[in-house]
């Protein structure tokens, strides 16, 4: 795994970006159980696969205070389909999401937090700071996983117990730089 | 009717399926063109190996071709990692008009989801179209 980036116990990077719904929003929300922000995208097979388990997630944890936030990174001068315009065009040909679909158009967000792949997940606790940063789940072909590493992640942190393992290997496309 | 495959194919037969020239190379065998930057590559090469073995065929009928760069890509007209072709088909022909080069193949299952990977059924049923 890489070192750049952020490491566990480190603080979430503030930003601000825009949302397919038309709003901004902030990574960093006061009052947070936690706050899963996960890197994905349009084109990419592992984001895909791991899409409807990760929409799962933000619904089954949203009533324990857990924010869920997708963030594409890609260029979308290399992959057109990862412009802010397909991404709305998807939320919308999908039916909406379940959490804001957030454009890093700079890819800021993404250098700071060291994303690699899509998906790569980071799981933030009330303060905020980094305690799971990796995959969703063992396997991008198994459903039935349904996000477990993830799940188990975020049940440690509510709980207020330490997430084991911390970190996993992220899996998936590796983010299209400009 | 090309006579000239069909004596190289016999000639080329080890006791087992396959159609392997005399120079040990693939003809019409089996292709997985893979980029090292989609890791489902490994698991689709054991797939293609396990049903290989199952359809009774010599993997000296498999040819694994690394894709390096864009320049590969272009030659190979390559829509993505994994690539599988078997005698010379791609088991999932991509659509008119899809773009190549270095990116991820998108595989739609029967059931509706997507995967790196190609269902294990479109792979059989694409080995006993071709070997069957």
Redesign the interface.
Known sequence: MSKSGLMIGDRMPGARLRATDGNDYELEAEGAAATVIYWTCN????A??WQDRLHQVARDYLERGVRVLAVNSNSDETHPADSFDAMRERVDREGGWPTPYLRDESQQVAGAFGALTTPDVFIFDGQPELRYRGAPDGD??D?ALNADWLRAALDAIIEGRDPEPAETQP????IKWR | MDNRRDHRADQGRTGQRGLVTDAGRTEAGVTLYWWQ????WQ?ALTMVREEMDRQGLDHESLEVIEIKDEADAVRYAFPGSPTILIGGEDIQPPGPGQPTGL?????RRPDG?????PDPEDLREAFVKTYG
């Open positions: 084109h990419c097979p592992y895909l696969a991008y072909d459903p899996v998936g496309c590796g | 930057g989609c890791p489902s698991r990116t991820c193949r998108v595989y989801r997507v995967s790196p990977l």
